[in-house]
């Protein structure tokens, strides 16, 4: 599983396999909030089974939902290299399995295997970049833009050359993720179902063609 983990990739079998050893399985049940933002952060958590949502709050408790992620995927990886707290909170939507990996473990197998160091900064450096771009991108994007973003992200090619949202979304999850208000989402939706680029399948979004640039 630690393979798949973006800060891992170069690293050799002798290193994963030193990694896999010192990792710890934990299973939480539906609805459980697995981290909190603002905690102290120790550990990375590897999706072995399962999703999960990741979201922020603000001072009046509203969500603003980042991320939904399944097996496969992880979350935490930052905790392993510095002293910092969590940027953000995970709540499972489903019964969920992780391979977890501390801080401490982490630490005493850097240690025997210190030429882990020079790959990890790699990757590292890569992932700054990237966040930079989403950054920028979320910046200067208007709200159909986000919107647009959030459903092409989220699609799977079909036979048919149809994408195929695998996610069951609401109006509200989306606007959670774009940052603007369900009534909005609706109109972009509505518009966009009108001009036949998408539909829907029960609670799926299907998209036919290629979403316009502009709204």
């Known amino acids: 599983m630690l393979e798949q983990v973006e800060i891992f990739r170069g690293l050799s079998t002798e290193e994963l396999a030193a990694l896999e050893a010192t990792s710890t399985r934990r299973t939480f049940p539906k609805n459980t909030v697995v981290i909190h ?5 120790d550990s990375l958590f590897v999706i072995d089974g399962g999703k999960v949502k990741v979201y922020c709050s603000d001072k009046n408790g509203k969500e603003f939902i980042m991320n939904t992620q399944g097996a496969g995927d992880y979350f935490g990886e930052l905790a392993l290299l510095d002293d910092s707290t969590r940027s953000a909170s995970v709540r499972t939507v489903e019964k969920c ?13 850097l240690e025997e295997h210190p030429n882990m160091a020079r790959t990890l900064i790699g990757n590292l450096a890569a992932r700054v ?3 930079t771009a989403d950054v920028k ?15 092409m992200d989220l699609a799977e090619e079909r036979t ?3 994408m195929f949202i695998p996610e069951k979304l609401t ?3 989306i606007a959670d993720r774009v940052g603007a208000s369900r009534e909005m989402v609706a109109r972009i939706l509505k518009d966009l179902t009108i001009g036949e680029y998408i539909r829907f399948e029960g609670r799926h979004i299907i998209i036919n063609t290629r979403l316009p640039a502009k709204y």
């Open 171 to 173: 109006q509200q999850d």
């Open 129 to 131: 970049r990237k966040l």
């Open 37 to 41: 933002e603002n905690d102290p952060a």
């Open 137 to 151: 991108s979320l910046a200067l994007q208007d709200v159909y833009g986000r919107v647009a973003n959030v459903l």
């Open 97 to 109: 399995t992780f391979c977890i990996v501390y801080k401490d473990d982490f630490n005493r197998v």
């Open 160 to 162: 048919d050359g149809s």
